[in-house]
């Protein structure tokens, strides 16, 4: 119809998700530190935990990802850095995540971020996160950081009726690079889905792999920035994003702004396609407060 709908409200989470945890370290040994995370995200406006389907072992063919639940939704890990680097166990970011915060000019925060993407990426839990997971973060060696993360997925047996064996398994590896004012990142990740069909969902026992690569780069003088970067889904998904930024100091503020262009593929070869514009500004009280107003468009 032509109607327009309104409506006025107060919400959370526009500049930097609202989130309560803990962490910590001890010192184990000579150059061996013990660590842990732990991270939950809320509704600031509500207090309501947030939901997410962070366990695929209780993955089933109507859920594939795993049912929905609340908890430790954002990190739950315990680990040791050494000089050699740190290594994790638990549920954390992925290198795909870290390579894309780098590149985005919002830095995931503000109308108009790379996040946009998230729903046409399955959610979160499809590329940004993974449980039941290793990580690795190495030293910084002449400007570089590298990482691998690997998933055991659903930890399945593969009897009839789970996910296969490899549901929901995982592999990423990615790096960062950086040298005065350039910031160069990259990533490559692949997710096991688990296969399903039928009028009534069944696992088929097989795997479908999907593949997604990022790369992205960054000129920071501090007075200005400009960043560039594309991300390509692959199957089943077959997306893309590609986007530029900007940033210039006004004041004790940033004004910062952002045009992405998103496109996938669609039954029959035909295409979907979406321009996503973003602006903000962010005027800087104290190291421990910020005002800021954000405006986006997706067309």
């Not at 006025?8 to 803990?22: E, F, P, Q």
């Not at 039928?198 to 593949?211: D, E, L, N, Q, V």
């Amino acid at each position: 119809n032509n109607g327009v709908a309104t409506s006025t409200g107060v919400s959370s989470g526009i500049l930097g998700s609202s989130r309560l945890g803990a962490k910590g370290s001890t010192n184990l040994a000579d150059g061996v530190t013990g660590i842990f995370a732990l991270e939950i995200g809320f509704e600031s406006d509500t207090g309501f935990l947030k939901t997410y389907s962070g366990n695929p072992a209780t993955a089933t063919a109507s859920s594939s990802g795993g049912t929905s639940g609340t908890g430790f939704n954002r990190r739950s890990f315990a680990g040791v850095e050494t000089n050699f680097g740190t290594l994790t166990l638990g549920r954390d970011y992925t290198p795909i995540y870290y390579a894309n915060l780098e590149s985005d000019i919002f830095k995931f925060g503000l109308y108009g971020n790379t996040q946009t993407t998230v729903p046409l990426a399955g959610g979160s839990e499809k590329f940004a996160r993974v449980s039941n997971a290793i990580f690795y973060t190495s030293p910084k060696l002449g400007g570089l950081t590298g990482r691998l993360a690997y998933s055991f997925g659903s930890e399945s047996a593969g009897t009839v009726g789970t996910t296969p064996k490899d549901g929901n398994t995982f592999f990423g590896i990615g790096a960062v690079y950086k040298n005065g004012f350039l910031t160069l990142s990259g990533s490559y990740q692949e997710l096991n889905t688990p296969d399903v069909a039928g009028a009534t969902p069944t696992f088929t026992g097989s795997i479908s792999k999907r593949p997604d690569t990022s790369i992205g780069a960054r000129w920071d003088t501090g007075s200005y920035a400009v960043a560039v970067g594309t991300w390509r889904m692959g199957a089943p998904v077959n997306a893309s994003d590609s986007w530029v930024g900007a940033s210039v100091k006004i004041g004790q503020g940033n004004l910062i702004t952002q045009v992405q262009r998103i496109r996938q593929d669609n039954t029959g070869g035909s295409e979907r396609s979406g321009t996503v514009f973003g602006l903000g500004y962010v005027y800087n009280v104290n190291k421990a407060f910020d005002v800021y107003a954000t405006y986006g468009q997706v067309q």
